[in-house]
């Protein structure tokens, strides 16, 4: 709808004559109305036709897509190792959704025999473009010790590249990651704040865990409360014996009270 009214029928009927003059990026976009109906009638195996077309045209969003077809059955019959050759096709384009779904294909053994460290090595590629859920996975890894030395910290260090982007998996991680003091220091706020990020966005797992957490001892507002208290009981003993405190001395008695318990 930019300059004309929007009219998926006619912006169908465009893309088909560049598609069949041989243009890729018109056969992508082809594949793309007919993948989600827009302008004609959708037809996954019409899509998977043009997509392969543009494909074996070494276009890389094409090639990217037809792999994941062929991993899921899409318009095609299903067959992993073909997958991976097109994705392997885009990857060599340094795709990093593209790189990121081969870390992944190694990881569970899909289409290529499990190899973790191949798993690795190619979520760290597109991890390091910047890929969400391929930095999401490699904290995963570095949480677990899958294919990596067992790093807690470098494990919320790409979780919080991946939170920080948006991905609700990785905020819902990095939340565990602060309960837990696992990487990090131990945060309840903290906690609370990337699992209500993730919950937002419709975390179901996130959810769960913020309300199991908060019912246990050491909830957030349990430990506002009880700071609350021991904040009173420090200034109340002070006045009592006559030890003026400053703001920062009660602070620090508050925490050591509690450090106790």
């Known amino acids: 709808g930019r300059g004309v009214a929007q009219d998926y029928r006619e912006a169908a009927r465009w893309f088909l004559k560049a598609a069949e003059q041989g243009h890729a990026s018109a056969q992508f976009e082809l594949y793309s109305c007919y993948a989600n109906g827009?302008?004609?009638?959708?037809?996954?195996y019409?899509?998977?036709k043009w997509l392969r077309k543009a494909a074996e045209q070494g276009y890389v969003d094409a090639q990217n897509v037809l792999g994941t077809c062929y991993l899921n059955g899409d318009g095609v019959a299903k067959d992993a190792p073909e997958g991976v050759k097109w994705i392997r096709k885009a990857v060599e384009k340094g795709r990093a959704s593209a790189q990121f779904?081969?870390?992944l294909c190694y990881e569970i053994g899909n289409g290529v025999a499990k190899d973790y460290a191949e798993a690795v090595k190619w979520y760290r590629k597109?991890?390091?473009q910047g890929f969400d859920f391929a930095q999401n996975a490699l904290g995963s890894c570095y949480l677990n010790g899958i294919g990596v030395v067992q790093d807690y910290s470098e494990a919320v260090k790409w979780f919080r590249e991946a939170a920080e982007?948006?991905?609700a998996d990785a905020q819902s991680d990095l939340g565990t990651c602060y309960a837990n003091g696992c990487g990090v220091a131990k945060n309840n706020v903290e906690a609370v704040r990337w699992y209500c990020k993730a919950a937002e966005q419709g975390h179901a797992g996130a959810l769960k865990l913020f309300e199991e957490w908060r019912e246990e001892k050491h909830s957030v507002l349990a430990v506002f409360h009880?700071?609350?208290l021991e904040f009173q009981h420090v200034i109340t003993d002070a006045r009592r014996f006559n030890a003026p405190l400053t703001m920062e001395q009660a602070v620090e008695r508050t925490w050591f009270w509690i450090d106790q318990e």
């Open 38 to 44: 827009n302008g004609v009638e959708k037809n996954e």
């Open 46 to 48: 019409e899509a998977v």
């Open 101 to 103: 779904k081969l870390g």
């Open 126 to 128: 597109s991890a390091e």
């Open 165 to 167: 982007q948006g991905n």
């Open 226 to 228: 009880q700071t609350f």
